[in-house]
């Protein structure tokens, strides 16, 4: 059975600190790994990863992919209270099978 | 435009209700997709139509019954809900093929009772 993980499931830190967020997968049949922030409602879409060792930047965020070792991870510099959020990593396989992981609950304090 | 849209926002129903919960995009994505997440819990997909047929069905519950009219729409039809199925609705959409992102729609959040 396909299966994501996420470590850690919850984290508090303070404006301006650096967070790594990490995300394992078991899939058969391996497409792409996706990132997603969710405040309130629906999951936003941050990133979509293919290939290993290939670096995805949007702004403070960061994301990097080893399909070797099956983990991503997902950076945040310099974080801000408005990054507060759950962070959602999902695994799509050949199919139009998504799967997500736990997420991991970020909080920013000022 | 990237924009998936749901309706109804909120959504109260007794357990011998009929109701229906609808989906929209025009992005032109073949690909739509109907999940359930419950609180503090990530989505758990229910179904998944592509090309506008039924191509994953996640074990949901007869009294779920999705349905595609065309590459637009996605409604699900709900009959004889259990308060357990109290739950964000999530609607999301893709293309079939390498791009494939999903964008999600707002939700709508359904209580049983």
């Known amino acids: 059975e396909d299966k994501v993980v996420q470590s850690p499931l919850s984290l508090v830190v303070h404006e301006g600190d650096t967070v790594t967020l990490n995300c394992s997968y078991e899939v058969t049949n391996f497409r792409s790994l996706l990132w997603y922030k969710q405040e309130k409602k629906a999951p936003t879409f941050l990133f979509m990863l293919t290939s290993s060792g290939i670096e995805k930047k949007s702004g403070r965020l960061s994301s990097i992919l080893d399909k070797k070792e099956l983990f991503s991870i997902l950076n945040i510099t310099a974080t801000q209270t408005g990054d507060s959020a759950v962070y959602l990593c999902?695994?799509?396989?050949?199919?139009?099978?998504?799967?997500f992981g736990p997420g991991t609950r970020l909080s920013v304090l000022p | 435009d990237t924009e998936v849209t749901q309706t109804p926002k909120h959504l109260v129903m007794g357990m011998t209700n009929k109701k229906s919960l609808k989906c929209e995009q025009h992005?032109?994505?073949?690909?739509m997709y109907w999940y359930k997440q419950k609180a503090k819990k990530p989505p758990e997909l229910m179904f998944v139509y592509s090309y506008e047929k039924l191509s994953i069905n996640e074990s949901v519950p007869s009294r779920f019954s999705p349905e595609c009219p065309n590459s637009s729409l996605l409604n699900l039809h709900l009959h004889a809900l259990q308060p357990e199925d109290s739950a964000l609705y999530l609607c999301?959409?893709?293309?079939?093929?390498?791009?494939?992102?999903?964008?999600f729609g707002p939700g709508t959040r359904l209580l049983v009772l």
């Open positions: 999902a695994v799509r396989d050949y199919g139009q099978n998504f799967v």
């Open positions: 999301a959409s893709s293309q079939v093929g390498l791009q494939e992102t999903q964008y």
């Open positions: 992005m032109g994505h073949r690909a």
